[in-house]
């Protein structure tokens, strides 16, 4: 059986929203106004996702980085239902220049492993790539 997750959700109009889950942790959620859209969380997912599953191949590996950043982009279909159209992921990290191969390597096996990346790519053509600085 799988991990079983859950979050409650709690709206008032005009659109606005928080979201709790077990631990007690919230996220709020609006159009944009004031705090995160829905599609904003849904990157966020997406890159918090690659990242945890990144970084248990690099302490696998026993490889370090001195910083990483993702940068996602992803754009919406005009028709109904607007679904993800197309996602790029980029990864930038600063690390040694013996570490750089094995850097590209992890992030295309995080990519294969992460749930979510996996689960957009059913609908959305998903492209990612690591960059170095």
Same mark, same amino acid.
């Given at each position: ?68 950043? +993702?940068? +996602? ?61």
């Amino acid at each position: 059986m799988g991990s079983i997750k859950h979050v409650k959700m709690n709206f008032s109009m005009p659109f606005k929203g928080i979201g709790i889950n077990d631990n007690g942790k919230t996220v709020k959620v609006d159009a944009g106004i004031e705090h995160t859209e829905p599609y904003d969380l849904l990157l966020m997912s997406l890159g918090s996702c690659l990242y945890s599953t990144f970084e248990d191949i690099l302490i696998k590996k026993k490889l370090s980085y001195e910083s990483l950043e +993702i940068d +996602i982009t992803g754009e919406k279909r005009t028709t109904v239902p607007t679904t993800l159209k197309y996602c790029n992921v980029v990864f930038t990290a600063k690390t040694d220049e013996k570490n750089k191969k094995s850097f590209v390597k992890s992030m295309e096996l995080a990519c294969k492993y992460c749930s979510i990346y996996n689960t957009l790519s059913h609908v959305a053509e998903m492209n990612s790539r690591m960059e170095f600085n």
